[in-house]
T-cell receptor, first 111, second 114 residues
Framework: KQEVTQIPAALSVPEGENLVLNCSFTDSAIYNLQWFRQDPGKGLTSLLLIQSSQREQTSGRLNASLDKSSGRSTLYIAASQPGDSATYLCASLGGGGKLIFGQGTELSVKP | AAGVIQSPRHLIKEKRETATLKCYPIPRHDTVYWYQQGPGQDPQFLISFYEKMQSDKGSIPDRFSAQQFSDYHSELNMSSLELGDSALYFC?????????????FGSGTRLTVV
């Protein structure tokens, strides 16, 4: 059974810092891994999707990497801004055909 | 671009009442998923439908049922509501099981049971 873990659970940084969020998964037989952003009480916004054959994906200040062999993915946020404050969730799609989520990293970027 | 539409956005029900949540997937998406997210929790898979047929079932209570209709919209029916059913309920849709394009989620329905 796939288990997805995110570290740290919470992170507080000053504005302008570069930061890395970590995601690990126990079953490397995945189709893809998706990173989402969730504002308090709101929906899930897809940020990046990495296919199992890919190593990384970039969108603006965000870069996500995937290392299937080690069961790890990272989300790198460059030059963080207060507007980046949210919970970031990673989710893997495996042979079971459904997304399995980590518990998220709650990010706070202080002005 | 069209997104996944969920209604209502908010719902308040009393214990033992029934609630119906609706989901309208992205046009031409063939799979619909329902997830439940309790306070401070990650989203948990409830049930999914592929081409209007139930395709997978997660930790969905027997008090809950769901279906997908001919126009591809889906409804989650929740009966004998309990306080613990208070949560955010998300619907998502995908093309080809999400393998190439991932899932797209709706904004969710916040259910409060009092």
């Amino acid at each position: 059974k796939q288990e997805v873990t995110q570290i740290p659970a919470a992170l507080s940084v000053p504005e302008g810092e570069n930061l890395v969020l970590n995601c690990s998964f126990t079953d490397s037989a995945i189709y893809n891994l998706q990173w989402f952003r969730q504002d308090p009480g709101k929906g899930l916004t897809s940020l990046l999707l990495i296919q199992s054959s890919q190593r990384e994906q970039t969108s603006g200040r965000l870069n996500a990497s995937l290392d299937k062999s080690s069961g790890r993915s990272t989300l790198y946020i460059a030059a963080s801004q207060p507007g980046d404050s949210a919970t970031y969730l990673c989710a893997s799609l495996g042979g079971g055909g459904k997304l399995i989520f980590g518990q998220g990293t709650e990010l706070s970027v202080k002005p | 671009a069209a997104g996944v539409i969920q209604s209502p956005r908010h719902l308040i029900k009393e214990k033992r009442e029934t609630a119906t949540l609706k989901c309208y997937p992205i046009p031409r998406h063939d799979t619909v998923y329902w997830y439940q997210q309790g306070p401070g929790q990650d989203p948990q898979f409830l049930i999914s439908f592929y081409e209007k047929m139930q395709s997978d079932k997660g930790s969905i209570p027997d008090r809950f049922s769901a279906q997908q209709f001919s126009d591809y919209h889906s409804e989650l029916n929740m009966s004998s509501l309990e306080l613990g059913d208070s949560a955010l309920y998300f619907c998502a849709s995908s093309l080809d099981g999400g393998t190439n394009y991932g899932y797209t989620f709706g904004s969710g329905t916040r259910l409060t049971v009092v």
